[in-house]
C-alpha cells in the first residue's frame, strides 16, 4: 500500500498567481530529457529523500519569483530549446502555475515532461496536490517516483535514477525517444562567469 505523501509548507501560499518560485534554470541541455531542453528546478519539496541530489530545493522558502509569462518568452527566445524539463524540488506542488507555462509553450511546438517524487497513481487520487491532472494532462512524458538511494541505478543506460522510479510515457509519440541516461554530467558556464552543473542522476549544483 502507497503511504500518503507528505504536505508542502505553508510558504507555498506566498507565491503569487501567474508566478513560480524556482532554484534554477538552463537553456539547452541535453541531459534532462530527449532533445535540447530548457530545465526548470522549481523551489520547494517536503520530502527530504536521503541520497537526494537537489537537497537545496528542499525549503518552501521564497527563492526565484519568476512570472510564467516571462519565463515562457524566455524558453521560446532560445530556437535550440524544442522541450521543456520540470524538475525539482516537487513540481506537483506548483502544478497550476507550470500546467499554465506547459500550455504556453505546446502552443509554440516544444514538448513537455516532468520529474515527480509522487507516482501517477498519487497524482489521479483525491490526495494529490491541486492542479494535478492539469499539469499531467500537458506531459508527454513523466518519470514518477521518488528516489530511494538503496536502489540507486548508476548506468549510461537508464533514464532514471533508481529502479522504482519509471518512465511514463503519455505521448506515443515519444515512445522511441527514451535515449538520456541518468550519470551523465553537463556544465553551463553563464554569463557572469558562473556555472550549472547539470545531469548526473538529475542534479544541479550551483557553483
Same mark, same amino acid.
Given at each position: 500500500m502507497e503511504t500518503k505523501p507528505p504536505n508542502p509548507s505553508?510558504?507555498?501560499?506566498?507565491?503569487?498567481?501567474?508566478?513560480?518560485?524556482i532554484m534554477g534554470y538552463v537553456?539547452?541541455?541535453?541531459?534532462?530529457?530527449?532533445?535540447?531542453?530548457?530545465?526548470?528546478?522549481?523551489?520547494?519539496?517536503?520530502?527530504?529523500?536521503?541520497?537526494?541530489?537537489?537537497?537545496?530545493?528542499w525549503s518552501f522558502d521564497l527563492n526565484q519569483?519568476?512570472?510564467?509569462?516571462?519565463?515562457?518568452?524566455? *524558453?521560446?527566445s532560445k530556437p535550440r530549446n524544442t522541450g521543456v524539463t520540470f524538475s525539482g524540488g516537487e513540481p506537483f506542488?506548483? #502544478?497550476? /502555475?507550470?500546467?499554465?507555462?506547459?500550455?504556453?509553450?505546446?502552443?509554440?511546438?516544444?514538448?513537455v515532461m516532468s520529474f515527480t517524487g509522487f507516482t501517477l497513481k498519487q497524482l489521479q487520487s483525491n490526495s494529490a496536490p491541486p492542479d494535478s491532472q492539469a499539469l499531467l494532462e500537458q506531459l508527454d512524458?513523466?518519470?514518477d517516483g521518488p528516489f530511494v538511494q538503496?536502489?540507486? *541505478?548508476?548506468?549510461?543506460?537508464?533514464?532514471?535514477?533508481?529502479?522504482?522510479?519509471?518512465?511514463?510515457?503519455?505521448?506515443? #509519440?515519444? /515512445?522511441?525517444?527514451?535515449?538520456?541516461a541518468s550519470d551523465q554530467i553537463e556544465v553551463h558556464i553563464l554569463k557572469d562567469g558562473s556555472r550549472i552543473v547539470t545531469g548526473y542522476q538529475g542534479g544541479l549544483e550551483l557553483m
Open positions: 505553508p510558504e507555498l501560499t506566498e507565491i503569487p498567481p501567474g508566478y513560480l518560485n537553456d539547452e541541455s541535453e541531459v534532462n530529457g530527449p532533445g535540447c531542453r530548457a530545465v526548470v528546478w522549481v523551489q520547494g519539496c517536503p520530502r527530504e529523500c536521503p541520497g537526494c541530489f537537489n537537497p537545496e530545493s519569483l519568476i512570472s510564467v509569462d516571462t519565463l515562457a518568452e524566455k *524558453i521560446l506542488w506548483q #502544478a497550476s /502555475a507550470l500546467a499554465s507555462l506547459a500550455r504556453k509553450v505546446k502552443a509554440a511546438g516544444l514538448n512524458i513523466l518519470i538503496s536502489l540507486a *541505478i548508476n548506468s549510461p543506460n537508464s533514464p532514471v535514477s533508481s529502479s522504482n522510479q519509471q518512465v511514463r510515457v503519455l505521448n506515443p #509519440a515519444f /515512445a522511441e525517444q527514451i535515449t538520456w
